[in-house]
């Protein structure tokens, strides 16, 4: 603990002249390296993606893309690979040695042992993959010695500790893995390492592609809480608080159950040119026939944002406005900007109304827009809505424990049904709806009480003998 004490005004001069020199830059070494080994994917219960065999491998369809699990594959499990679709911090091996995770440098933090530093995360889910020609593009994928693919992972959260106390929290990390498929003699070793006889006559001159064992090649990105992280380390990313992931030496393997990978994971700062986080093109505020208050607002552009709250008041005064979204709306960060859009419906007296929204960007700036307003009557009877609408669920995504809303109108003589469902197509949650504007609040709780896993649902209204779906996310 003693070392502990030397981090303060010494640390941040020692900081300030790395910086000062260039050493602290994106492109001259690692913060941060940890050895990882055995972080498992996914049980083999799931779609095979690709084989270790050609088009002339007696297989049940003769194809290198297979899906299902015959008796072929169950007596040669481990010649078959596939894009994970979690990849997780879990026991991957039939002894039950575990994932490893040592840091085994921290040029970041040049006082603290490495030994001292842990680095944690959430699962990572696989949300896209595309089958390339890694060797000559303008060849087909499938092409003998040349097919690999490109898998993408993202929604986890990390965070860096010190002695087990938490010091980086990293939010929406991501990472892309080239994966060259395997070449015939790497298949050949690879049988033969296992201790069992090719195959069928399968001959290592039947390529796939040029090589997995070898080659495989990961980077991706992440972005620092800076209101729950230590401020010392924080600033290590400073100024675009994003972390850039390289993972070097990749190595996939696999068992008769699942499979794992070996890798060094380097984090380091991103240094870029300033850059304006938010460009908004639109703020408007209109009232609904029921007093409710629906803001909408667009961006030209997103770059760094965290995302934005909606605030209120009855005076035009801003110091005076009270804040309607505890949870953050979160910001898409899409270049070609977003679309957003939140319903008010707290007004506790007749009079104007005025409505700020505030950008809050990854480095704890902020800025407001508006005020729009609104001009509130005196209560009159809502009139029914003249068609049958799903809203846009409001915040989404959003934090499990928290709300999210989502708006509905059922036309008049109607009545309807709001129901959620998981990625399998399980229902989760069901509300009942009558004619007339509604909003719907949504805490991720299940029918019987339960908390909803993260991850992607959808949620559908069937009103009227017409259904209307669009999707949310959950994190946690």
Not at 322 to 330: A, H, K, M, Q
Not at 391 to 409: D, K, L, M, W
Request: include cysteine.
């Amino acid at each position: 603990m003693k070392r502990l004490n030397l981090i303060g005004k010494p640390l941040a001069a020692f900081f300030a002249l790395l910086m000062t020199i260039g050493l602290l830059a994106a492109d001259a070494y690692p913060l941060f390296t940890f050895d990882i080994e055995r972080l498992e994917g996914t049980d083999r219960n799931t779609t095979w993606i690709f084989d270790f065999d050609s088009p002339s491998f007696p297989t049940h369809d003769g194809n290198w893309f297979t899906f299902g699990n015959t008796t072929v594959y169950a007596m040669y499990p481990f010649l078959h690979y596939y894009a994970e679709d979690t990849v997780k911090i879990q026991d991957p091996l039939p002894a039950g040695i575990g994932t490893l995770i040592e840091c085994i440098a921290a040029d970041g933090m040049p006082l603290l042992e490495p030994a001292d530093i842990g680095l944690s995360f959430s699962p990572f889910t696989l949300t896209n993959l595309d089958r390339a020609n890694l060797v000559n593009p303008g060849n087909p994928w499938t092409t003998p010695g040349e097919s690999g693919d490109i898998r993408t992972y993202a929604h986890s959260n990390g965070y860096l500790s010190l002695n087990g106390e938490p010091k980086l929290q990293i939010l929406n990390m991501e990472f892309e893995i080239t994966t060259p498929y395997p070449s015939g003699a790497e298949i050949s070793s690879y049988i033969a390492g296992m201790g069992v006889a090719l195959p069928y006559g399968w001959s290592p001159s039947e390529n796939i592609g040029p090589g997995i064992f070898t080659g495989q090649q990961g980077r991706g990105f992440g972005y620092v809480d800076v209101a729950n992280s230590d401020p010392e380390w924080a600033a290590l990313f400073a100024p675009s608080y994003k972390v850039i992931i390289e993972m070097e030496g990749v190595v996939s393997g696999t068992t008769f159950t699942s499979s794992y990978h070996d890798f060094l994971f380097h984090l380091l700062a991103e240094e870029h040119d300033e850059v304006t986080p938010v460009v908004l093109s639109s703020f408007t505020a209109t009232l609904t026939g029921g007093n409710q208050a629906i803001l909408n607002w667009s961006t030209a552009s997103e770059t760094d944002m965290i995302g934005f709250r909606v605030l209120q008041s009855d005076t035009e005064n801003l110091s005076e406005a009270i804040n309607l979204t505890p949870v953050v709306i979160p910001a898409e960060n899409c270049s070609c900007g977003a679309q957003y859009s939140f319903a008010a419906s707290e007004f506790d007296h007749p009079g104007t109304w005025w409505f700020w929204l505030e950008s809050i960007d990854m480095n704890g700036s902020n800025k407001f827009f508006g005020p729009v307003s609104i001009n509130i009557t005196e209560p009159q009877t809502p009139s029914l809505p003249d068609r049958n609408n799903l809203g846009f669920a409001h915040p989404n995504p959003f934090v499990s424990g928290a709300q999210t809303r989502i708006p509905i109108e059922i036309k008049a003589g109607d009545s309807g049904k709001l129901e959620i469902y998981n990625l399998s197509g399980q229902r989760v949650a069901s509300f009942p709806l009558s004619q007339g504007t509604h909003t719907i609040s949504w805490n991720g709780m299940d029918s019987q009480g339960q908390s909803c896993a993260s991850g992607i649902y959808f949620y559908r209204l069937n009103a009227g003998g017409q259904s209307q779906t669009r999707k949310m996310v959950i994190l946690k």
